[in-house]
């Protein structure tokens, strides 16, 4: 099947400070990407949908300033989060969907974000 | 908006019986797709199965398998001769045949009984 690779997988980082996610496809083209967010117990909840070459889309309440998105080529987007605080402590995960893959999503490793 | 419900928040079954997880969905498209995951503890995202609306009949995929109803708008795994390997969280997820962002339900976690 399709692999998506997530990058880090773990990350600390201070507050105040940002860090950067990425999300690759490595053997397909990925047209759309999506971000999650999962909170420790809790369901994944789509914090925006990523199109390459154009600016995302965000999901109500997503600070889009707080989470910048790019997807700069059909195999790469990335989810930075600036100026960190704690509460951004959280685990993220992308997806990406391939138009061949019938709908199915294939999901990247996740990214355990830890502010301190 | 979709939204995906799932009431249990917990499952146990013993080695080798049978579970059922639940899920139900609230949509006003016709097409759409549904989904169950599983997420071990690596948190990896893995596919179970995968049903489309407008296929009356139920997946199958080995040991798992779903009853759906659409009119019911339900939409439950059956996980049969259970292993140990299956305990995890499940998810089951929506998504709108032309909309490929998926939403989730709060999750079940099943635990296996030896």
């Known amino acids: 099947g399709a692999v998506v690779s997530q990058h880090p997988s773990r990350v600390i980082c201070k507050s105040g400070t940002s860090v950067k996610i990425e999300c690759r496809s490595l053997?397909?083209?990925?047209?759309?990407m999506f971000w999650y967010r999962q909170f420790p117990k809790k369901s994944l909840m789509l914090m925006a949908t990523s199109n390459e070459g154009s600016k995302a889309t965000y999901e109500q309440g997503v600070e889009k300033d707080k989470f910048l998105i790019n997807h700069a080529s059909l195999t790469l987007s990335t989810l930075t989060v600036t100026s960190a605080h704690p509460e951004d402590s959280s685990f993220y995960i992308c997806s990406a969907f391939w138009e061949g893959s019938n709908t199915e999503a294939f999901f990247g490793q996740g990214t355990r974000l830890t502010v301190v | 908006a979709q939204t995906v419900t799932q009431s249990q928040p917990e499952m146990s079954v013993q080695e080798a019986e049978t579970v059922t997880l639940s899920c139900t969905y609230d949509?006003?498209?016709?097409?759409?797709?549904l989904f169950w995951y599983k997420q071990p503890p690596s948190r990896q995202m893995i596919l179970v199965i995968r049903?489309?609306?407008?296929?009356?009949q139920n997946a199958t995929e080995n040991r798992f398998s779903v009853n759906f109803q659409k009119a019911a708008k339900s939409f439950s795994l059956k996980i049969s001769d259970s292993q140990l390997g299956d305990a995890a969280m499940y998810f089951c997820?929506?998504?709108?045949?032309?909309?490929?962002?998926?939403?989730f339900g709060a999750g079940t976690r099943l635990t296996v009984k030896p």
């Open positions: 053997d397909f083209q990925a047209t759309t």
């Open positions: 949509t006003s498209e016709s097409d759409y797709y």
């Open positions: 049903q489309e609306a407008y296929k009356q």
């Open positions: 997820a929506y998504s709108a045949y032309n909309n490929n962002d998926m939403r």
